[in-house]
């Protein structure tokens, strides 16, 4: 158990719909990162929160958003929802130093038909 | 940029029997250096991390790993494995400075213990 949770566990979706996935970090982590891990393949980075600011973001587009709160939980947003779109999406926390372990959920399995 | 290739996709072994799973890497940067585990339905775990000094490194579940910089190389080894190692294993970097820690995977090695 790492203490980072995520919400829903799986989830399915229709082409050109909205969805928002929720992570509630580990207690004392003030960073998250979001990946998305399509099948067979590794996870790519989406992006950061720091304090609740983006500071540093992938190769995604802008459909692809975020929040994070002021009690470090957070949100991955993805509009305009694609067939590609489909994958594990994982929820990271850690503390705000670079090299530092990341703590990662079990994620959210996304479908999009 | 980073880039992670991790040779083989998948390697079986028996059961006792040592392994070795392979990872290169690129970057025009310093790096730090990951090894992470996923079982099945879950997400990742750190095995062990490279941040500096010895380049032999010691991790969890008996695992340990050693950075060659001038191979680019951070292989993982255990002499002995379980069948509770089966599962597949993410070598992973990330820039030693800049703002925020970007991670770079590779795809992945499913280790198959075989008993």
């Known amino acids: 158990e790492t203490g980072v949770t995520q919400s829903p566990t799986h989830l399915i979706k229709t082409r050109g719909q909205q969805v928002t996935l929720r992570c509630s970090s580990q207690?004392?982590?003030?960073?998250v990162s979001w990946y998305q891990q399509a099948l067979g393949q590794g996870p790519q980075f989406i992006f950061q929160?720091?304090?609740?600011?983006?500071?540093g973001r992938g190769n995604f587009p802008p459909r692809f958003s975020g929040l994070q709160f002021p009690n470090y939980s957070s949100e991955l947003n993805v509009n305009a929802l694609e067939l590609d779109d489909s994958a594990l999406y994982l929820c990271?926390?850690?503390?705000?130093?670079?090299?530092?372990?990341?703590?990662f959920g079990s994620g959210t399995q996304l479908s999009v038909l | 940029a980073q880039s992670v290739t991790q040779l083989d996709s998948q390697v079986p072994v028996f059961e006792e029997a040592p392994v070795e799973l392979r990872c290169n890497y690129s970057s025009s940067v310093s790096v730090y250096l990951f090894w992470y585990v996923q079982y099945p339905n879950q997400g990742l775990q750190l095995l062990l991390k490279y941040l500096s000094g010895s380049t032999l490194v010691k991790g969890i579940n008996g695992f340990e790993a050693e950075f060659n910089k001038s191979q680019t190389s951070f292989h993982l080894r255990k002499p002995s494995v379980h069948i509770s190692d089966t599962a597949e294993y993410f070598c992973?970097?990330?820039?030693?400075?800049?703002?925020?820690?970007?991670?770079?995977f590779g795809t992945g090695t499913k280790l198959q213990v075989i008993p």
């Open positions: 929160y720091y304090r609740e600011e983006e500071n």
């Open positions: 990271a926390s850690s503390f705000d130093r670079v090299g530092e372990k990341l703590f």
């Open positions: 992973a970097v990330s820039p030693n400075s800049g703002g925020y820690q970007k991670v770079t």
């Open positions: 207690s004392g982590h003030n960073t």
